[in-house]
């Protein structure tokens, strides 16, 4: 119980300096660090990322393309909360215009992908869900809050000419040639205030600000994960300040302040 066990992720898109309170080991260029899921909350993952260029042009596969497959028993869809920018930071998810699978393939090979991608402006407190299927990139100067199903199931689709793997046949066979829908899956969040982030189906996340309401208490009834934003939470008398992560073995055995504002995290039943 308590903090979860930190890892330092080197990414080629990462940064030798990170902001505080984190800091990348000497000389690596960290682009992700994650929480490692807890036995009794195996479902989910957090993570922090750091970019200082784009991440690959990507797509993950569903739960059902994933078990059809014979690969796992989840696919991975994700969310964001963007926590800080630079002027100009942007997100490439989905497509300008309509297109099948075929001009894709094309587009990922020569590179052209990128520009029919929608590439969204981003501020601290915007959210992103970012279903199955759904063609995404993370742009460059962006750091996150990423909370997404426990699959490390990625097909790159284009990565700018870095010399690592790709994966078209995979990634164009699960992408949708589409529009992102940002009413559907967009939301600002306030630096302060409660507000759910994610209702399901297969994630709760909800932001908030001071002590849960008995309705908060009810989404979360079993053990939950918690991610300090604001001042510092005390799990089973365990001081976790922001930028750290703790698994809570239910509501009950987090002291919240008053003032403080942090995010809660749970699976939905499989
Ligand atoms: O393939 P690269 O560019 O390293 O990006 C990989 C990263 O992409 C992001 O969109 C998220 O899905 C992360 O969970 C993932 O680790």
Known sequence: ???????HVEKPWGKEVLPC????????????IWFEPPEQLPDLLVKYIFTSEKLSVQVHPSDAQTLSKGIGRQGKEECWLIVAAEPGATLGIGFDCAMGDDAMRTAALDGSIEGLMTWHDVKPGDFFYIPANTVHAIGAGVSLIEVQQNSDITYRLFDYGRPRELHLEEGVAVSRGETYDLTAWHKTV???????LVDGPLFLLDQVEGIPSEEISRRYPGPLLVIPREGVVQVAGETIAPGSCALAPALRDVAFAEDGVCLLARACAA
């Open 1 to 7: 119980m308590g903090a979860l066990p930190i890892r």
């Open 21 to 32: 309170p984190f800091a990348a080991p000497a000389g690596q260029r960290i682009g992700e």
């Open 190 to 196: 306030p630096p302060r205030g409660t507000q759910v």
